[in-house]
């Protein structure tokens, strides 16, 4: 059987970016009192959930909540976990 022809093989051309660089904005980093605030909602919301299990039946205003006491401190938790995304 005949041998086939061998083909001579391209030289692989780099492969060009389609997409425009886009320089991104130079972002210093986050106020103090970003990070402080930032700190004080997530202990905030432990604080609250520590104090609904200890005193809860003691304090008028928390006894009315009830079950709510977990939503509102796990709220102050997210919140406060939710500005670490934007700390720099």
Known sequence: MPKSK???KDAPTPVTD???PV???AVGPSHPIYVIVMLAMMVIGL???VINY????KIPF???LGG???AVGFAFMII????TMRWR
Do not use: P
């Open 62 to 64: 928390m006894s009315d």
């Open 47 to 49: 604080l609250w959930l």
């Open 23 to 25: 320089k991104a904005k």
């Open 54 to 57: 200890i005193a809860s039946d």
């Open 18 to 20: 389609r997409r425009t």
């Open 68 to 70: 709510w006491n977990f």
């Open 80 to 83: 406060g976990l939710l500005m």
């Open 6 to 8: 061998v083909r001579k």
